[in-house]
Protein backbone atom coordinates (compact mmCIF):
# COMPACT_ATOMS: atom_id res chain seq x y z
CA UNK A 1 0.00 0.00 0.00
CA UNK A 2 2.61 2.90 0.91
CA UNK A 3 4.16 2.10 -2.52
CA UNK A 4 0.87 2.49 -4.10
CA UNK A 5 0.67 6.12 -2.45
CA UNK A 6 4.23 6.46 -3.33
CA UNK A 7 3.57 5.65 -7.34
CA UNK A 8 0.53 8.08 -7.16
CA UNK A 9 2.56 10.82 -5.47
CA UNK A 10 4.84 10.86 -7.66
CA UNK A 11 3.04 10.77 -10.97
CA UNK A 12 1.00 13.74 -9.78
CA UNK A 13 4.08 15.93 -9.04
CA UNK A 14 5.47 14.37 -12.46
CA UNK A 15 2.34 15.82 -14.15
CA UNK A 16 2.32 19.16 -11.68
CA UNK A 17 5.38 19.83 -13.09
CA UNK A 18 4.98 19.05 -16.68
CA UNK A 19 1.40 21.12 -16.67
CA UNK A 20 3.69 24.31 -15.50
CA UNK A 21 6.92 23.55 -17.25
CA UNK A 22 6.17 21.32 -20.04
CA UNK A 23 9.16 19.69 -18.95
CA UNK A 24 9.94 15.83 -18.23
CA UNK A 25 11.02 15.29 -14.74
CA UNK A 26 12.08 12.21 -12.92
CA UNK A 27 10.70 12.80 -9.33
CA UNK A 28 11.99 10.12 -7.12
CA UNK A 29 10.13 8.85 -3.77
CA UNK A 30 11.98 6.73 -1.77
CA UNK A 31 12.26 5.78 2.11
CA UNK A 32 13.81 8.32 4.12
CA UNK A 33 17.29 7.29 5.73
CA UNK A 34 15.87 6.60 9.05
CA UNK A 35 12.43 5.91 10.21
CA UNK A 36 12.41 8.73 12.72
CA UNK A 37 12.64 11.08 9.97
CA UNK A 38 9.09 10.13 8.54
CA UNK A 39 8.33 7.09 6.14
CA UNK A 40 8.00 8.65 2.68
CA UNK A 41 11.19 10.87 1.41
CA UNK A 42 11.58 13.14 -1.61
CA UNK A 43 15.10 14.36 -2.61
CA UNK A 44 14.90 17.31 -4.94
CA UNK A 45 18.10 17.33 -6.82
CA UNK A 46 16.83 16.21 -9.75
CA UNK A 47 14.03 19.26 -9.91
CA UNK A 48 16.85 21.83 -8.80
CA UNK A 49 19.01 20.44 -12.12
CA UNK A 50 16.27 20.63 -14.69
CA UNK A 51 14.69 23.90 -13.69
CA UNK A 52 18.00 25.99 -12.66
CA UNK A 53 16.13 27.37 -9.95
CA UNK A 54 18.02 27.48 -6.44
CA UNK A 55 17.42 24.91 -3.66
CA UNK A 56 15.07 27.05 -1.37
CA UNK A 57 12.54 27.95 -4.04
CA UNK A 58 12.39 24.28 -5.43
CA UNK A 59 11.63 22.94 -2.17
CA UNK A 60 9.01 25.23 -1.29
CA UNK A 61 7.56 24.45 -4.72
CA UNK A 62 7.49 20.96 -4.51
CA UNK A 63 5.88 21.11 -0.97
CA UNK A 64 3.21 23.04 -2.44
CA UNK A 65 2.81 20.63 -4.99
CA UNK A 66 2.42 18.08 -2.49
CA UNK A 67 0.18 19.39 -0.61
CA UNK A 68 -2.39 19.54 -3.56
CA UNK A 69 -1.99 15.64 -4.46
CA UNK A 70 -5.20 13.18 -3.98
CA UNK A 71 -2.94 11.34 -1.28
CA UNK A 72 -2.23 15.01 0.69
CA UNK A 73 -4.79 13.23 3.35
CA UNK A 74 -2.87 10.53 4.49
CA UNK A 75 0.04 12.66 5.88
CA UNK A 76 0.58 14.08 9.12
CA UNK A 77 3.90 16.42 8.67
CA UNK A 78 5.56 17.42 5.84
CA UNK A 79 9.23 18.84 6.79
CA UNK A 80 12.35 19.78 4.76
CA UNK A 81 15.56 18.64 6.17
CA UNK A 82 18.38 19.77 3.09
CA UNK A 83 17.49 19.39 -0.20
CA UNK A 84 14.66 16.52 0.81
CA UNK A 85 11.09 16.75 1.86
CA UNK A 86 9.98 14.13 4.24
CA UNK A 87 6.21 12.81 5.03
CA UNK A 88 5.16 11.25 7.88
CA UNK A 89 2.14 9.20 7.51
CA UNK A 90 -0.91 9.99 9.61
CA UNK A 91 -1.86 7.00 11.28
CA UNK A 92 -5.42 7.05 11.52
CA UNK A 93 -5.96 7.35 7.72
CA UNK A 94 -3.25 4.95 6.92
CA UNK A 95 -4.90 2.17 8.85
CA UNK A 96 -8.50 3.66 8.08
CA UNK A 97 -7.42 3.37 4.32
CA UNK A 98 -5.14 -0.08 4.72
CA UNK A 99 -8.00 -1.82 6.69
CA UNK A 100 -10.84 -0.89 3.79
CA UNK A 101 -8.92 -1.94 1.52
CA UNK A 102 -8.26 -5.69 3.45
CA UNK A 103 -11.25 -6.06 4.93
CA UNK A 104 -12.60 -8.81 1.45
CA UNK A 105 -9.29 -9.63 1.16
CA UNK A 106 -10.03 -13.26 0.25
CA UNK A 107 -12.44 -12.36 -2.03
CA UNK A 108 -9.94 -10.41 -4.11
CA UNK A 109 -8.87 -11.13 -7.37
CA UNK A 110 -6.35 -8.61 -8.45
CA UNK A 111 -6.11 -7.80 -12.51
CA UNK A 112 -2.28 -7.20 -12.95
CA UNK A 113 -2.13 -10.33 -15.14
CA UNK A 114 -5.30 -8.88 -17.24
CA UNK A 115 -6.07 -12.36 -17.51
CA UNK A 116 -3.02 -13.13 -19.96
CA UNK A 117 -2.06 -16.64 -19.91
CA UNK A 118 1.16 -17.84 -18.36
CA UNK A 119 2.08 -21.66 -18.96
CA UNK A 120 3.72 -23.34 -16.00
CA UNK A 121 5.77 -26.47 -17.15
CA UNK A 122 6.59 -28.34 -13.54
CA UNK A 123 6.77 -31.48 -11.62
CA UNK A 124 7.64 -33.74 -14.69
CA UNK A 125 9.29 -37.03 -13.73
CA UNK A 126 10.32 -39.40 -15.88
CA UNK A 127 8.10 -42.85 -16.59
CA UNK A 128 9.91 -45.83 -15.05
CA UNK A 129 12.10 -43.83 -12.68
CA UNK A 130 11.65 -42.55 -9.27
CA UNK A 131 9.85 -39.45 -8.58
CA UNK A 132 12.89 -37.43 -7.28
CA UNK A 133 13.45 -35.19 -4.37
CA UNK A 134 14.04 -32.93 -7.46
CA UNK A 135 10.86 -33.49 -8.70
CA UNK A 136 9.38 -32.52 -5.45
CA UNK A 137 10.68 -29.09 -5.64
CA UNK A 138 9.51 -28.63 -8.96
CA UNK A 139 5.83 -29.63 -8.05
CA UNK A 140 6.16 -27.39 -4.95
CA UNK A 141 7.27 -24.67 -6.15
CA UNK A 142 5.55 -24.65 -9.69
CA UNK A 143 1.96 -25.37 -8.13
CA UNK A 144 2.98 -22.30 -5.68
CA UNK A 145 3.91 -19.84 -8.67
CA UNK A 146 0.68 -21.41 -10.37
CA UNK A 147 -1.66 -20.18 -7.16
CA UNK A 148 0.32 -16.75 -7.39
CA UNK A 149 0.10 -16.05 -10.84
CA UNK A 150 -3.77 -17.01 -10.43
CA UNK A 151 -4.35 -14.38 -7.38
CA UNK A 152 -2.85 -12.04 -9.32
CA UNK A 153 -5.38 -12.32 -11.98
CA UNK A 154 -3.38 -13.71 -14.52
CA UNK A 155 -4.88 -17.12 -16.39
CA UNK A 156 -2.63 -20.38 -15.60
CA UNK A 157 -1.94 -24.01 -17.47
CA UNK A 158 0.18 -26.49 -15.57
CA UNK A 159 2.08 -28.92 -17.79
CA UNK A 160 2.96 -31.92 -16.16
CA UNK A 161 5.35 -32.81 -19.41
CA UNK A 162 5.98 -36.23 -18.56
CA UNK A 163 9.34 -37.61 -19.50
CA UNK A 164 7.53 -40.65 -21.34
CA UNK A 165 9.97 -40.90 -24.54
CA UNK A 166 13.02 -41.77 -25.26
CA UNK A 167 15.41 -44.69 -26.00
CA UNK A 168 15.19 -46.29 -21.97
CA UNK A 169 12.01 -47.65 -22.90
CA UNK A 170 13.41 -49.96 -25.73
CA UNK A 171 15.46 -51.12 -22.88
CA UNK A 172 12.57 -51.69 -20.31
CA UNK A 173 10.94 -53.33 -22.93
CA UNK A 174 13.49 -55.56 -24.10
CA UNK A 175 14.49 -56.29 -20.25
CA UNK A 176 10.68 -56.59 -19.61
CA UNK A 177 9.95 -59.00 -22.50
CA UNK A 178 13.13 -61.10 -21.88
CA UNK A 179 13.14 -61.30 -17.83
CA UNK A 180 10.09 -59.39 -16.73
CA UNK A 181 7.54 -60.46 -14.51
CA UNK A 182 3.80 -58.88 -14.83
CA UNK A 183 2.82 -58.82 -11.68
CA UNK A 184 5.53 -57.69 -9.49
CA UNK A 185 5.55 -54.48 -12.25
CA UNK A 186 2.17 -54.25 -11.67
CA UNK A 187 2.54 -54.48 -7.99
CA UNK A 188 5.48 -51.85 -7.44
CA UNK A 189 5.85 -51.07 -10.82
CA UNK A 190 8.45 -48.28 -10.65
CA UNK A 191 10.60 -49.90 -8.58
CA UNK A 192 10.24 -52.96 -10.90
CA UNK A 193 10.61 -50.73 -14.20
CA UNK A 194 13.82 -49.64 -12.40
CA UNK A 195 15.28 -53.09 -11.31
CA UNK A 196 14.70 -54.54 -14.91
CA UNK A 197 16.43 -51.14 -16.23
CA UNK A 198 19.54 -51.57 -14.07
CA UNK A 199 19.34 -55.48 -14.73
CA UNK A 200 19.69 -54.67 -18.62
CA UNK A 201 22.54 -52.62 -18.12
CA UNK A 202 24.40 -55.45 -16.33
CA UNK A 203 23.64 -58.00 -18.99
CA UNK A 204 24.45 -55.85 -21.77
CA UNK A 205 28.15 -55.56 -20.47
CA UNK A 206 28.78 -59.49 -21.76
CA UNK A 207 26.03 -58.84 -24.64
CA UNK A 208 26.00 -56.10 -26.38
CA UNK A 209 23.73 -57.22 -29.33
CA UNK A 210 20.93 -56.29 -26.45
CA UNK A 211 21.60 -52.46 -26.79
CA UNK A 212 21.09 -53.06 -30.80
CA UNK A 213 18.11 -54.55 -30.08
CA UNK A 214 16.72 -52.12 -27.55
CA UNK A 215 17.63 -49.38 -30.60
CA UNK A 216 15.29 -51.24 -32.70
CA UNK A 217 12.07 -51.61 -30.34
CA UNK A 218 12.44 -47.88 -29.29
CA UNK A 219 12.90 -47.26 -33.08
CA UNK A 220 9.75 -49.48 -33.80
CA UNK A 221 8.14 -47.78 -31.02
CA UNK A 222 8.40 -44.52 -32.41
CA UNK A 223 6.89 -46.12 -35.76
CA UNK A 224 3.46 -47.54 -34.01
CA UNK A 225 4.82 -51.28 -33.49
CA UNK A 226 1.40 -52.05 -31.40
CA UNK A 227 2.82 -54.60 -28.95
CA UNK A 228 5.57 -52.18 -27.85
CA UNK A 229 3.41 -49.34 -27.48
CA UNK A 230 1.13 -51.46 -25.21
CA UNK A 231 3.60 -51.56 -23.27
CA UNK A 232 4.49 -48.40 -23.45
CA UNK A 233 1.25 -46.83 -22.31
CA UNK A 234 1.03 -49.68 -19.68
CA UNK A 235 4.34 -48.51 -18.02
CA UNK A 236 3.05 -45.11 -18.33
CA UNK A 237 0.01 -45.85 -16.70
CA UNK A 238 1.10 -47.50 -13.80
CA UNK A 239 3.76 -44.91 -13.53
CA UNK A 240 1.29 -41.82 -13.54
CA UNK A 241 -0.73 -43.77 -10.65
CA UNK A 242 1.73 -43.70 -8.68
CA UNK A 243 2.51 -40.25 -8.88
CA UNK A 244 -0.67 -39.16 -8.29
CA UNK A 245 -0.59 -40.48 -4.91
CA UNK A 246 2.14 -37.96 -4.29
CA UNK A 247 0.06 -35.43 -6.09
CA UNK A 248 -2.95 -36.44 -3.99
CA UNK A 249 -1.73 -36.24 -0.81
CA UNK A 250 -0.09 -32.41 -1.93
CA UNK A 251 -3.77 -31.68 -3.18
CA UNK A 252 -2.18 -30.98 -6.73
CA UNK A 253 -3.84 -30.98 -10.41
CA UNK A 254 -2.41 -30.06 -13.36
CA UNK A 255 -4.19 -29.05 -17.13
CA UNK A 256 -2.21 -31.34 -19.11
CA UNK A 257 -0.16 -34.33 -18.95
CA UNK A 258 1.52 -34.14 -22.33
CA UNK A 259 4.16 -35.88 -22.04
CA UNK A 260 7.60 -36.10 -24.50
CA UNK A 261 5.94 -38.45 -26.36
CA UNK A 262 2.75 -37.00 -27.24
CA UNK A 263 5.36 -34.62 -29.57
CA UNK A 264 6.58 -37.68 -31.06
CA UNK A 265 4.43 -36.77 -34.47
CA UNK A 266 4.90 -33.25 -34.11
CA UNK A 267 8.98 -33.07 -34.54
CA UNK A 268 8.96 -33.42 -38.20
CA UNK A 269 8.12 -29.96 -38.40
CA UNK A 270 10.33 -28.43 -36.12
CA UNK A 271 13.42 -30.40 -37.99
CA UNK A 272 12.06 -29.34 -41.47
CA UNK A 273 11.53 -25.33 -40.17
CA UNK A 274 15.04 -25.72 -38.73
CA UNK A 275 16.33 -26.75 -42.10
CA UNK A 276 14.38 -24.41 -43.93
CA UNK A 277 15.70 -21.53 -42.29
CA UNK A 278 19.37 -22.83 -42.81
CA UNK A 279 19.66 -23.36 -39.07
CA UNK A 280 20.72 -27.67 -38.96
CA UNK A 281 24.02 -28.22 -39.60
CA UNK A 282 25.36 -31.87 -40.35
CA UNK A 283 27.87 -32.96 -37.61
CA UNK A 284 29.49 -36.60 -37.57
CA UNK A 285 26.24 -38.09 -39.19
CA UNK A 286 24.10 -35.98 -36.70
CA UNK A 287 22.18 -32.68 -37.29
CA UNK A 288 22.98 -30.06 -34.96
CA UNK A 289 22.09 -26.26 -34.31
CA UNK A 290 25.22 -24.06 -34.01
CA UNK A 291 25.31 -21.59 -31.16
CA UNK A 292 28.12 -19.87 -31.12
CA UNK A 293 30.99 -19.64 -29.19
CA UNK A 294 29.00 -18.79 -26.03
CA UNK A 295 27.70 -22.50 -26.27
CA UNK A 296 27.50 -26.09 -27.22
CA UNK A 297 25.40 -26.76 -30.03
CA UNK A 298 22.11 -28.06 -29.82
CA UNK A 299 21.58 -31.55 -30.73
CA UNK A 300 18.74 -32.05 -32.71
CA UNK A 301 18.64 -35.20 -34.24
CA UNK A 302 21.47 -38.30 -33.73
CA UNK A 303 22.96 -40.38 -37.14
CA UNK A 304 19.96 -42.76 -36.69
CA UNK A 305 17.00 -40.18 -36.98
CA UNK A 306 15.93 -40.46 -33.24
CA UNK A 307 15.34 -36.86 -31.99
CA UNK A 308 16.28 -35.78 -28.72
CA UNK A 309 15.29 -34.11 -25.93
CA UNK A 310 15.49 -30.32 -26.54
CA UNK A 311 14.00 -31.66 -30.31
CA UNK A 312 10.92 -32.45 -27.90
CA UNK A 313 11.02 -29.30 -25.96
CA UNK A 314 11.12 -27.05 -29.12
CA UNK A 315 8.04 -28.85 -30.62
CA UNK A 316 6.55 -28.36 -27.06
CA UNK A 317 6.78 -24.79 -27.27
CA UNK A 318 5.62 -24.36 -30.45
CA UNK A 319 2.52 -26.21 -29.33
CA UNK A 320 2.05 -24.19 -26.43
CA UNK A 321 2.67 -20.94 -28.43
CA UNK A 322 -0.13 -21.83 -30.74
CA UNK A 323 -2.49 -23.43 -28.19
CA UNK A 324 -2.29 -21.15 -25.67
CA UNK A 325 -0.68 -18.56 -26.94
CA UNK A 326 0.98 -17.41 -23.43
CA UNK A 327 2.54 -14.68 -22.53
CA UNK A 328 4.79 -16.12 -20.61
CA UNK A 329 6.13 -19.93 -20.14
CA UNK A 330 7.95 -20.96 -17.17
CA UNK A 331 9.85 -24.20 -16.51
CA UNK A 332 10.27 -25.11 -13.34
CA UNK A 333 13.20 -27.50 -13.04
CA UNK A 334 16.61 -27.67 -11.59
CA UNK A 335 19.84 -26.12 -11.82
CA UNK A 336 21.62 -28.53 -13.43
CA UNK A 337 19.80 -28.59 -16.67
CA UNK A 338 20.38 -24.43 -16.63
CA UNK A 339 22.64 -24.93 -19.93
CA UNK A 340 19.39 -26.82 -22.09
CA UNK A 341 17.18 -23.74 -21.51
CA UNK A 342 19.42 -21.06 -22.67
CA UNK A 343 20.01 -23.03 -25.46
CA UNK A 344 16.03 -23.47 -26.03
CA UNK A 345 16.11 -19.62 -26.10
CA UNK A 346 18.98 -19.47 -28.26
CA UNK A 347 17.67 -21.85 -31.00
CA UNK A 348 13.97 -19.96 -30.71
CA UNK A 349 15.98 -16.73 -31.33
CA UNK A 350 17.91 -18.06 -33.98
CA UNK A 351 14.63 -19.50 -35.39
CA UNK A 352 13.41 -15.77 -35.46
CA UNK A 353 10.50 -15.74 -33.02
CA UNK A 354 10.60 -12.70 -30.88
CA UNK A 355 9.05 -14.61 -27.38
CA UNK A 356 12.27 -15.87 -26.92
CA UNK A 357 12.37 -13.04 -23.99
CA UNK A 358 9.24 -14.66 -22.47
CA UNK A 359 10.45 -18.05 -21.96
CA UNK A 360 11.95 -18.20 -17.85
CA UNK A 361 13.67 -21.15 -16.91
CA UNK A 362 12.91 -21.36 -12.85
CA UNK A 363 15.68 -23.00 -11.29
CA UNK A 364 16.46 -24.43 -8.04
CA UNK A 365 19.10 -25.83 -5.73
CA UNK A 366 19.39 -29.64 -4.22
CA UNK A 367 17.94 -31.02 -1.77
CA UNK A 368 20.24 -32.02 0.80
CA UNK A 369 19.93 -34.40 3.85
CA UNK A 370 22.70 -33.79 6.27
CA UNK A 371 24.89 -31.72 4.20
CA UNK A 372 25.09 -34.38 1.49
CA UNK A 373 22.58 -34.44 -2.02
CA UNK A 374 19.78 -36.64 -1.06
CA UNK A 375 18.52 -38.71 -4.07
CA UNK A 376 19.19 -42.41 -2.85
CA UNK A 377 19.48 -44.19 0.52
CA UNK A 378 22.17 -47.01 0.60
CA UNK A 379 21.00 -47.81 -3.45
CA UNK A 380 17.80 -48.06 -2.38
CA UNK A 381 15.08 -45.72 -3.79
CA UNK A 382 13.53 -43.09 -1.55
CA UNK A 383 9.64 -43.22 -2.16
CA UNK A 384 8.48 -39.78 -1.71
CA UNK A 385 5.00 -41.02 -0.71
CA UNK A 386 6.79 -42.79 2.27
CA UNK A 387 8.61 -39.58 3.13
CA UNK A 388 5.34 -37.88 3.04
CA UNK A 389 3.89 -40.40 5.59
CA UNK A 390 6.84 -39.81 7.78
CA UNK A 391 6.23 -36.51 7.77
CA UNK A 392 2.83 -37.15 8.99
CA UNK A 393 3.46 -39.98 11.49
CA UNK A 394 6.05 -37.21 13.04
CA UNK A 395 3.34 -34.37 12.93
CA UNK A 396 0.86 -37.46 14.52
CA UNK A 397 3.56 -37.63 17.43
CA UNK A 398 3.65 -33.89 17.88
CA UNK A 399 -0.53 -34.17 19.00
CA UNK A 400 -0.22 -36.67 20.96
CA UNK A 401 2.06 -34.91 23.25
CA UNK A 402 0.62 -31.51 23.34
CA UNK A 403 -3.37 -32.36 22.50
CA UNK A 404 -3.84 -35.77 22.77
CA UNK A 405 -7.55 -35.23 23.06
CA UNK A 406 -7.88 -33.28 19.92
CA UNK A 407 -10.62 -34.37 17.39
CA UNK A 408 -9.68 -35.75 14.09
CA UNK A 409 -6.36 -36.24 14.72
CA UNK A 410 -5.26 -38.41 11.94
CA UNK A 411 -6.55 -35.83 9.15
CA UNK A 412 -5.03 -32.91 10.66
CA UNK A 413 -1.48 -34.68 10.56
CA UNK A 414 -1.59 -34.98 7.25
CA UNK A 415 -2.05 -31.36 7.12
CA UNK A 416 0.82 -30.74 9.24
CA UNK A 417 2.73 -33.07 8.24
CA UNK A 418 2.47 -32.11 4.44
CA UNK A 419 2.71 -28.92 4.65
CA UNK A 420 5.47 -28.89 6.78
CA UNK A 421 7.47 -30.45 3.72
CA UNK A 422 6.24 -27.39 1.51
CA UNK A 423 6.50 -24.72 3.83
CA UNK A 424 10.48 -25.83 4.54
CA UNK A 425 11.46 -25.90 0.89
CA UNK A 426 9.49 -22.64 -0.37
CA UNK A 427 10.74 -20.53 3.28
CA UNK A 428 14.03 -20.36 1.05
CA UNK A 429 15.20 -18.63 -2.03
CA UNK A 430 14.57 -21.23 -4.95
CA UNK A 431 18.10 -21.28 -6.29
CA UNK A 432 19.41 -21.82 -2.60
CA UNK A 433 19.57 -25.61 -1.80
CA UNK A 434 17.85 -26.71 0.70
CA UNK A 435 18.23 -29.24 3.95
CA UNK A 436 15.69 -31.98 4.22
CA UNK A 437 15.28 -32.96 7.70
CA UNK A 438 11.73 -33.92 8.87
CA UNK A 439 12.02 -33.24 12.41
CA UNK A 440 12.82 -29.68 12.31
CA UNK A 441 10.53 -29.30 9.42
CA UNK A 442 7.30 -30.59 12.04
CA UNK A 443 8.40 -28.59 14.60
CA UNK A 444 5.72 -26.37 16.50
CA UNK A 445 8.25 -24.03 17.05
CA UNK A 446 10.77 -21.99 14.60
CA UNK A 447 10.46 -21.21 11.44
CA UNK A 448 8.17 -23.67 10.13
CA UNK A 449 4.95 -24.74 8.57
CA UNK A 450 3.24 -25.51 12.09
CA UNK A 451 4.37 -22.77 13.33
CA UNK A 452 2.21 -20.13 10.54
CA UNK A 453 -0.64 -22.82 11.37
CA UNK A 454 -0.69 -22.81 14.62
CA UNK A 455 -0.33 -18.88 15.06
CA UNK A 456 -3.76 -18.88 12.18
CA UNK A 457 -5.50 -21.47 15.17
CA UNK A 458 -5.10 -19.45 18.26
CA UNK A 459 -6.54 -16.48 16.12
CA UNK A 460 -9.35 -18.37 15.06
CA UNK A 461 -10.20 -19.80 18.36
CA UNK A 462 -10.41 -16.11 19.82
CA UNK A 463 -12.52 -14.88 16.80
CA UNK A 464 -14.92 -18.12 17.26
CA UNK A 465 -15.78 -16.45 20.65
CA UNK A 466 -16.34 -13.80 19.92
CA UNK A 467 -18.51 -11.40 17.95
CA UNK A 468 -17.08 -8.75 15.67
CA UNK A 469 -18.26 -6.23 13.55
CA UNK A 470 -16.39 -4.02 10.75
CA UNK A 471 -18.42 -0.96 10.91
CA UNK A 472 -17.53 -0.02 14.81
CA UNK A 473 -13.88 0.76 14.77
CA UNK A 474 -11.89 3.20 16.84
CA UNK A 475 -9.16 4.19 14.04
CA UNK A 476 -6.97 5.89 16.87
CA UNK A 477 -6.18 2.77 18.68
CA UNK A 478 -4.61 1.45 15.16
CA UNK A 479 -2.11 4.36 15.41
CA UNK A 480 -0.69 2.82 18.65
CA UNK A 481 2.82 1.42 17.96
CA UNK A 482 1.83 -2.10 18.70
CA UNK A 483 -1.14 -1.83 16.35
CA UNK A 484 0.56 -0.11 14.07
CA UNK A 485 3.45 -2.32 13.11
CA UNK A 486 0.75 -4.65 12.52
CA UNK A 487 -1.30 -2.19 9.81
CA UNK A 488 1.92 -1.73 8.22
CA UNK A 489 2.79 -5.66 7.80
CA UNK A 490 -1.11 -5.44 6.45
CA UNK A 491 -0.08 -2.81 3.96
CA UNK A 492 2.36 -4.76 2.78
CA UNK A 493 0.54 -7.87 1.33
CA UNK A 494 -0.46 -6.82 -2.52
CA UNK A 495 3.30 -5.57 -2.95
CA UNK A 496 4.23 -8.89 -1.53
CA UNK A 497 3.12 -11.00 -4.03
CA UNK A 498 3.66 -8.80 -7.10
CA UNK A 499 7.39 -9.42 -5.71
CA UNK A 500 6.64 -12.93 -5.35
CA UNK A 501 5.83 -13.11 -8.79
CA UNK A 502 8.74 -10.68 -10.05
CA UNK A 503 11.33 -13.17 -8.65
CA UNK A 504 9.06 -16.32 -9.75
CA UNK A 505 9.85 -17.18 -5.60
CA UNK A 506 7.30 -17.65 -3.40
CA UNK A 507 9.39 -17.23 -0.79
CA UNK A 508 9.24 -14.26 -0.96
CA UNK A 509 5.54 -15.04 0.47
CA UNK A 510 6.91 -17.35 2.78
CA UNK A 511 9.30 -15.30 4.39
CA UNK A 512 6.52 -12.48 4.74
CA UNK A 513 4.23 -14.78 6.21
CA UNK A 514 6.40 -15.91 9.18
CA UNK A 515 7.44 -11.96 9.61
CA UNK A 516 3.12 -11.27 10.13
CA UNK A 517 2.92 -14.36 12.12
CA UNK A 518 5.58 -13.31 14.80
CA UNK A 519 4.12 -9.55 14.80
CA UNK A 520 1.16 -11.34 15.96
CA UNK A 521 2.22 -13.10 18.69
CA UNK A 522 4.05 -10.55 20.01
CA UNK A 523 0.82 -8.34 20.23
CA UNK A 524 -0.87 -11.01 21.46
CA UNK A 525 1.47 -11.33 24.13
CA UNK A 526 1.76 -7.64 24.73
CA UNK A 527 -2.02 -6.65 24.53
CA UNK A 528 -5.42 -8.24 25.93
CA UNK A 529 -7.59 -8.56 22.98
CA UNK A 530 -10.41 -9.67 24.63
CA UNK A 531 -11.20 -6.67 27.23
CA UNK A 532 -14.59 -5.18 28.46
CA UNK A 533 -14.72 -1.88 26.58
CA UNK A 534 -16.65 -2.83 23.26
CA UNK A 535 -15.12 -0.63 21.10
CA UNK A 536 -11.48 -1.24 21.85
CA UNK A 537 -12.55 -5.37 22.00
CA UNK A 538 -14.18 -4.91 18.77
CA UNK A 539 -11.15 -3.02 17.60
CA UNK A 540 -9.00 -5.54 18.13
CA UNK A 541 -10.52 -8.15 16.66
CA UNK A 542 -11.32 -7.06 13.40
CA UNK A 543 -7.42 -6.41 13.62
CA UNK A 544 -6.78 -9.95 14.37
CA UNK A 545 -9.24 -10.94 11.93
CA UNK A 546 -7.60 -9.53 8.62
CA UNK A 547 -4.19 -11.00 10.54
CA UNK A 548 -5.83 -14.30 10.08
CA UNK A 549 -7.21 -13.87 6.13
CA UNK A 550 -3.68 -12.78 5.34
CA UNK A 551 -2.00 -15.65 6.62
CA UNK A 552 -4.65 -18.25 5.46
CA UNK A 553 -4.52 -16.99 2.09
CA UNK A 554 -0.57 -16.74 2.12
CA UNK A 555 -0.45 -20.97 3.06
CA UNK A 556 -2.54 -21.22 0.69
CA UNK A 557 -1.47 -19.84 -2.19
CA UNK A 558 2.26 -21.83 -0.98
CA UNK A 559 -0.18 -25.09 -1.14
CA UNK A 560 -0.74 -25.26 2.48
CA UNK A 561 -3.41 -26.42 3.94
CA UNK A 562 -5.43 -24.50 6.52
CA UNK A 563 -6.34 -25.84 10.08
CA UNK A 564 -9.04 -24.22 12.60
CA UNK A 565 -7.46 -26.61 15.71
CA UNK A 566 -4.42 -28.36 16.38
N1 LIG B 1 11.61 -34.93 -17.21
C1 LIG B 1 12.65 -34.00 -17.01
C2 LIG B 1 13.56 -34.46 -15.89
O1 LIG B 1 13.14 -35.15 -15.01
C3 LIG B 1 12.14 -32.63 -16.66
C4 LIG B 1 11.33 -32.00 -17.74
C5 LIG B 1 11.23 -30.52 -17.56
N2 LIG B 1 10.42 -29.92 -18.54
C6 LIG B 1 10.78 -29.69 -19.83
N3 LIG B 1 9.92 -29.17 -20.64
N4 LIG B 1 11.99 -29.96 -20.22
O2 LIG B 1 14.73 -34.12 -15.86
Not at 455 to 473: A, G, H, M, P, W
Request: overall charge negative; proline content about 2%.
Amino acid sequence: MINKIKNRLREELEKSFKEKYNQEINIVVEEPKSSSLGDISIPVFSVVKVLRKGLDSVVEEVTTFIENTSVRSLFKEINRVGGFINITLDRIAFSKMVIEENVDVLSKKYSYGNNKTVVIDYSSPNIAKPFSVGHLRSTIIGHALGNILDKLGYKVVRINHLGDFGTQFGKIIYAYLNFGNKDLVDKNPIEELVKLYVEFHEMAKDKPEMEDKAREIFKELEQGNLEYKELWEHFREVSLAEYMKVYDMLKVQFDSYNGEAFYNDKMQAVVDELKSKNLLVKDEGAMIVDLGESMPPALIQKSDGSTLYITRDLAALFYRKNNYDFEEALYVVGNEQKLHFEQLKAVIRKMGYDYADSIHHINFGLVLQDGKKMSTRKGKIVKLEDVLREAIALSLDYINEKNPDLDNKEEIAEKIGVSAVIFNDLKNYRTNEIEFNLNDMVNFVGQTGPYLQYTSVRITSVLEENDFVYDKLDYNLYALDHSFELIKAIAQYEEILLKAKEEYSPSVIAKYLLGLASYFNSFYAKEKIVVEDDIERNTKLCLISIIRNILNEGMELLGMQVIKKM
